[in-house]
């Protein structure tokens, strides 16, 4: 087994296992509600079960997996609890990061990632993944333009489980390629860009609903069940 020696050298290994095996809960591959221990994960790895260890540590950190005592670890589950969490979070504060984004797009110049990242979905067509990562970017870009950086970060928390349940539910795929997506994407960036505050954060706020309407359907919920 070959290993680096300094604890220096050991974090990038960590970080290594760590990003494959975020890629597996996100992708689907590690399944909600799955056990893993330590030492199948090290046999896979080729590795020692100390950074496999600091990895789920890691996950365990950012919400993905449960600890177990004694036991090992657990996939953390997905169901409409969890999805109703996500969406009443990204309604509280997308709306407003969409008119603050617009509040300073009319003051400052103009960026240009978030029409990038429309057509990036566009053109991904079947690419799942391509489709995923655009539409992910473009939630997470209108936070940074609201000047919110930690806000960021909790959307990018957040848009990571719609990928996840994405990748569980195959048949969201045709959302995630709709033209309601797409046309919604472009209301909302063409609002920003104009600096419309108000019109922004509507868009983004009838999108959210949209999107979560379509996302509750596959778990068989009305949206107001959902929410109740």
Same mark, same amino acid.
Do not use: C
């Given at each position: 087994?070959?290993?680096? &020696?300094g604890g220096?050298? %050991? $974090?990038?290994?960590?970080?290594?296992?760590h990003?494959?095996?975020?890629?597996?809960?996100?992708h689907?591959?590690?399944?909600?509600?799955q056990?893993?221990?330590?030492?199948?994960?090290a046999?896979?790895? &080729?590795v020692s079960k100390?950074?496999?260890?600091e990895?789920?540590?890691?996950?365990a950190?950012?919400?993905w997996?449960?600890?177990?005592?004694? %036991?090992g670890?657990?996939?953390?589950?997905l169901?409409?609890?969890d999805?109703?969490?996500?969406?009443h979070? $990204?309604?509280?504060l997308e709306?407003?990061? +969409?008119?603050?984004?617009a509040?300073?797009?009319?003051?400052y110049s103009?960026d240009s990632a978030?029409g990038q990242s429309?057509?990036?979905?566009? %053109?991904?067509g079947k690419d799942?993944?391509l489709?995923?990562?655009?539409?992910?970017?473009?939630h997470?870009?209108?936070?940074?333009?609201?000047g919110h950086a930690?806000?960021? %970060?909790?959307i990018?928390?957040l848009?990571?489980?719609?990928t996840?349940?994405?990748?569980?539910?195959p048949?969201?795929?045709?959302?995630?390629?709709?033209?309601?997506?797409?046309?919604a994407?472009e209301?909302?960036?063409?609002a920003? $860009?104009?600096?419309d505050?108000?019109?922004?954060?509507?868009?983004?706020?009838?999108?959210?609903?949209?999107t979560?309407?379509?996302l509750?359907g596959?778990?068989g919920?009305?949206?107001?069940? +959902?929410?109740?």
């Amino acid at each position: 087994m070959l290993e680096p &020696g300094g604890g220096a050298a %050991k $974090r990038p290994l960590t970080e290594h296992i760590h990003s494959l095996l975020r890629e597996d809960i996100l992708h689907a591959r590690l399944q909600p509600g799955q056990a893993i221990l330590e030492p199948e994960l090290a046999a896979r790895f &080729g590795v020692s079960k100390t950074p496999v260890r600091e990895a789920l540590r890691l996950l365990a950190q950012e919400g993905w997996v449960i600890v177990l005592p004694r %036991k090992g670890y657990l996939i953390r589950p997905l169901g409409i609890d969890d999805l109703r969490e996500v969406f009443h979070l $990204r309604e509280m504060l997308e709306p407003g990061f +969409a008119a603050e984004a617009a509040w300073r797009a009319a003051r400052y110049s103009s960026d240009s990632a978030l029409g990038q990242s429309v057509k990036a979905q566009r %053109k991904a067509g079947k690419d799942l993944d391509l489709a995923l990562e655009s539409a992910a970017s473009f939630h997470v870009r209108i936070a940074e333009l609201g000047g919110h950086a930690r806000g960021a %970060k909790i959307i990018a928390n957040l848009v990571d489980e719609v990928t996840r349940l994405h990748h569980l539910m195959p048949s969201l795929e045709a959302h995630i390629n709709s033209t309601e997506e797409l046309e919604a994407h472009e209301r909302i960036a063409d609002a920003i $860009r104009a600096g419309d505050e108000e019109a922004a954060e509507q868009a983004m706020r009838e999108h959210l609903k949209a999107t979560d309407l379509a996302l509750a359907g596959v778990f068989g919920v009305s949206r107001r069940r +959902a929410q109740s």
